[in-house]
Structures are given as structure tokens and as C-alpha cells.
């Protein structure tokens, strides 16, 4: 997984970004189906907190194990 100094400057926040991804990842339904998922961190995420993150990646995970295929 990479975050660009770009999207989030210091590397303390880039690994509680990386942390939240894998968890929400591990609790989500895609992690019982064997594809990959790419995350691409738009705009300035290090001005978001944990709670708002974790709602952004949740939201967007929930999004695409309603659009999968079953």
C-alpha cells in the first residue's frame, strides 16, 4: 500500500491511513473474495480526522460489495 507526501505530509498520519484501509478492508465482505482493491487518496486527506476517514473508507467499500457481481 502507498500514500503519497502529497495527499498526507507527515508519515504518522500516512500509516493511521494505511492501518484504517487494511482494517475496514479485513471487516468488510471483499475480504472473503480473492480480487484486489486500489485506493486512491484524492484532495487533503490529512485535514480529515480518524472517525471522518474511517466513514469515507466504510462508505466506499460498502459501495462496492453492492455493485459486486454474485
Same mark, same amino acid.
Given at each position: 500500500?502507498?500514500?503519497?507526501?502529497?495527499?498526507?505530509?507527515?508519515?504518522?498520519?500516512?500509516?493511521?491511513?494505511?492501518?484504517?484501509?487494511?482494517?475496514?478492508?479485513?471487516?468488510?465482505?471483499?475480504?472473503?473474495? =480473492?480480487?484486489?482493491?486500489?485506493? !486512491?487518496?484524492?484532495?487533503? /486527506?490529512?485535514?480529515?480526522? *480518524?472517525?471522518?476517514? =474511517?466513514?469515507?473508507?466504510?462508505? !466506499?467499500?460498502?459501495?462496492? /460489495?453492492?455493485?459486486?457481481? *454474485?
Amino acid at each position: 500500500m502507498i500514500i503519497s507526501k502529497r495527499t498526507t505530509p507527515t508519515a504518522v498520519k500516512r500509516n493511521m491511513i494505511k492501518r484504517i484501509i487494511r482494517e475496514a478492508f479485513r471487516r468488510s465482505a471483499l475480504s472473503q473474495r =480473492h480480487f484486489d482493491v486500489v485506493v !486512491l487518496l484524492r484532495g487533503p /486527506v490529512n485535514l480529515l480526522d *480518524r472517525p471522518d476517514i =474511517h466513514l469515507h473508507i466504510n462508505r !466506499l467499500f460498502g459501495q462496492l /460489495v453492492d455493485k459486486e457481481p *454474485r
